[in-house]
Structures are given as C-alpha cells and as structure tokens.
C-alpha cells in the first residue's frame, strides 16, 4: 500500500524541503526537513539536456542558482557545477530517492514549461522504480497530460495527484488522481465532503499560516505541504 495513504495522522511535507531555512530543492534543505521533523518532501523536477531528471522549480537557472539561461540547455553534469545557494548543488532526483526515499513520503512533481513533452514522466518512472519506491512516492503536476502520462508509465503503487489552483479549478475534470492536490484557498467543507465521497485524500499546498493550518486540520484534510515544518508541527500541536 502506498506509505501516503497509510493512517489518518495529518501528514508535514516540507515544500522544496525546508526551503524557509535553507535554499531551495536542494540536499541540505531535505537534510533539514528531515531534522525539523517533516513526514516527507515536496520537490520539482525537469528534464536536463541530457534527459536526466533533476530537481528544480524553475524553467530557467536565473533565480535559483549563479547559472543562467533556461535548464534545458545544460547536461546534468554541467548543471551540477553550478550554486544552488550556499555552496549547495542541484541535485539529481536519482541522488535525491538514494538519499532520502527509504523513510521518507516523497512528493515529486513533474514540471511542464510549454507544450514540448520530453519525457519527463517515464524518465521519472524509471528512477522511481530503480530504487523499488513507488510506494512512496505521490507524483504531481499542474498540467492533466502530465497526469495521463503518469498514469501509463509509472510503476504500479506510484500515488497520483492533480494540483490545482484558481486558474486551473477545471482540469479535474481531465484527470482524477487518488489524492487530490489543491491550493488551500480551495479547500472547504463541502470540497472534503466531496473528496471523501470519492475516496480521495487530500495533501493542501501552500500552508505557512498557523491559523489556515488549524483551519485546515479541523477540517480534515490528510497532508500540508509547508515551506516551514517545524514551526508548523509546533503550532499545530503535533511534537
Ligand atoms: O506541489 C505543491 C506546490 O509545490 C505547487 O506549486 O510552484 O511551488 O511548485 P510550486
Ligand atoms: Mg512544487
């Protein structure tokens, strides 16, 4: 069974690790999450120039790291010559799933810039399954095509989740994961009630906010993804 459906504790996901103390989607900020207590990580892949998945948010190395120009253009090898921040480098998911995946929930989402499909989710698929953890492991996207893909190429026990925001409230109606990923301003008691009803789980990006966590917790939902874990778990009286 999937570790992510396992139980009804309110699962921590630190977002991009714990990117509140440390840069982010990198090993240190994992470390770190790891160490503030965290149940597992959310971080961001994209393909390489080399088709390597690697673990980054943006299309482009400008705001992350001392590189420039889009990810695309640079081989694994070449991107992990570059800072990520305080030294640190981009980490292959691959390093990533070595390091981290045996105790740990792993939430990997698949980036899409544009329209080109490079693969990403069969390149994703099979790292998952070279370290056996599917049952580990949701995988996310914003984008239902990425989704649809997922679906046919992960390994078996892979969870799957939709994200959704305000501007993207229709795609449920493309894909149904059986976890539901929605922005916290989405989240009522009719939207539990309803996900309940169809037996999904609900894991709610992007909660820092001690008082829309407790909002969120009363109502239910199954995992807050935090760019802050600890403070998070303190506040919400989970240590
Ligand atoms: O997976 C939740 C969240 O990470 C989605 O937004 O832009 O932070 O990747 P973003
Ligand atoms: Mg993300």
């Known amino acids: 069974m999937n570790q992510w459906a396992c139980g009804e504790r309110l699962l921590i996901i630190a977002h991009r690790g714990a990117s509140a103390d440390a840069p982010e989607n990198t090993m240190r900020?994992?470390?770190?999450?790891?160490?503030?207590?965290?149940?597992?990580?959310?971080?961001?892949?994209?393909?390489?120039?080399?088709?390597?998945?690697?673990?980054?948010?943006?299309?482009?190395?400008?705001?992350?790291?001392?590189?420039?120009?889009?990810?695309?253009?640079?081989?694994a090898?070449?991107?992990?010559?570059?800072?990520?921040?305080?030294?640190?480098?981009?980490?292959?998911?691959?390093?990533?799933?070595?390091?981290?995946?045996?105790?740990?929930?792993l939430n990997i989402e698949i980036k899409l810039y544009g329209w080109f499909n490079r693969g990403c989710e069969?390149?994703?698929?099979?790292?998952?399954?070279?370290?056996?953890?599917?049952?580990?492991?949701?995988?996310?996207?914003f984008d239902f095509r990425v989704m649809r893909r997922a679906r046919r190429v992960m390994p078996p026990g892979v969870g799957l989740a939709l994200l959704r925001d305000n501007s993207y409230t229709y795609t449920h109606r493309f894909f149904k994961g059986q976890f539901d990923h929605p922005h916290f301003t989405l989240v009522t008691e009719k939207s539990m009630d309803m996900a309940r009803?169809?037996?999904?789980?609900?894991?709610?990006?992007?909660?820092?906010?001690?008082?829309?966590?407790?909002?969120?917790?009363?109502?239910?939902?199954?995992?807050?993804?935090?760019?802050?874990?600890?403070?998070?778990r303190t506040e919400l009286g989970l240590t």
Do not use: Y
């Open 197 to 232: 009803a169809t037996g999904q789980r609900v894991n709610v990006w992007t909660v820092d906010d001690s008082a829309e966590a407790q909002r969120l917790q009363a109502l239910g939902v199954n995992a807050l993804i935090t760019n802050r874990p600890a403070a998070l």
């Open 77 to 105: 090898a070449q991107l992990q010559q570059l800072d990520a921040g305080d030294g640190e480098t981009i980490p292959t998911l691959d390093q990533v799933l070595d390091t981290f995946g045996r105790n740990w929930l």
């Open 29 to 75: 900020a994992f470390q770190l999450a790891c160490e503030q207590g965290a149940d597992g990580i959310e971080f961001d892949v994209l393909l390489s120039a080399d088709a390597i998945p690697i673990v980054i948010h943006d299309d482009t190395l400008d705001r992350t790291t001392n590189g420039t120009g889009p990810v695309k253009s640079m081989t």
């Open 122 to 141: 069969k390149a994703v698929a099979a790292v998952i399954a070279k370290h056996n953890l599917a049952d580990h492991v949701v995988v996310s996207s």
